[in-house]
């Protein structure tokens, strides 16, 4: 159990921090960017999209010349619900952790709000998260703009110094770091392959971890 000397709030990433969703959803994308003329692979879509926003990526997508039809992210949503519905799993020790600890948290995710409760229901978390969801869609700046982790501060009552987020992209560390909140990098999903820590420490995440079991002692040793 945390000890009194522990945040007001804990901030947690969806995708790749609770739920083991990036590399599915990398798959996914690469596989229908591929139906529709762009030659990517899986890796390198993780390796560039990786806590991007869906409008943030399609911006990019088509500044680089692709030309994708109107439904293409409705149907990228419709590929991933298939898809995570047989496949996704919570990141493992992150349901003992959320039953132990009596921190305030929330989620503040670069997803939309449907898909973040959709995945976080298939995983057996919406109940730790009911009513503290925040998504890229409830503010005008998506990550690494700090707008959605100060919604989630201001709409959680806490003070974003003393608020601890937990990120696996640069742009979620980014973003949490110009909110002026404390943040620690997370490692241990799927999609983390070898250089993802130190390009956590380089973006400014104050400890790297890869195992759900280390985060209480982390935040006791930060408090």
Excluded: W
Aim: charged share 20%; glycine share 8%.
């Amino acid at each position: 159990m945390l000890s009194r000397y522990s945040p007001d709030l804990l901030i947690f990433d969806c995708d790749g921090v609770l739920v083991d969703s990036e590399m599915i959803a990398s798959e996914n994308l690469a596989a229908h960017l591929r139906d529709h003329g762009v030659d990517i692979s899986a890796m390198q879509c993780r390796n560039r999209f990786t806590g991007y926003s869906l409008d943030r990526m399609m911006a990019e997508l088509i500044d680089d010349g692709a030309r994708l039809p109107d439904d293409f992210l409705a149907t990228l949503r419709q590929r991933d619900i298939i898809a995570f519905a047989r496949n996704l799993k919570p990141l493992p020790g992150i349901i003992s952790f959320l039953k132990e600890s009596t921190v305030p948290r929330c989620v503040a995710s670069s997803g939309i709000t449907e898909k973040i409760r959709t995945n976080l229901h298939t995983t057996g978390l919406l109940g730790f998260f009911e009513r503290a969801i925040f998504s890229a869609d409830m503010v005008a700046n998506a990550k690494p703009a700090p707008d959605l982790f100060l919604l989630a501060a201001r709409d959680m009552g806490a003070d974003p110094e003393r608020c601890l987020v937990i990120e696996d992209s640069a742009l979620g560390v980014a973003a949490a770091i110009s909110a002026g909140m404390r943040v620690f990098g997370f490692s241990g999903g799927s999609h983390c392959g070898p250089g993802y820590p130190e390009m956590l420490q380089d973006a400014g995440a104050s400890a790297v971890f890869a195992d759900m079991a280390d985060l209480t002692e982390l935040i006791e040793a930060a408090y």
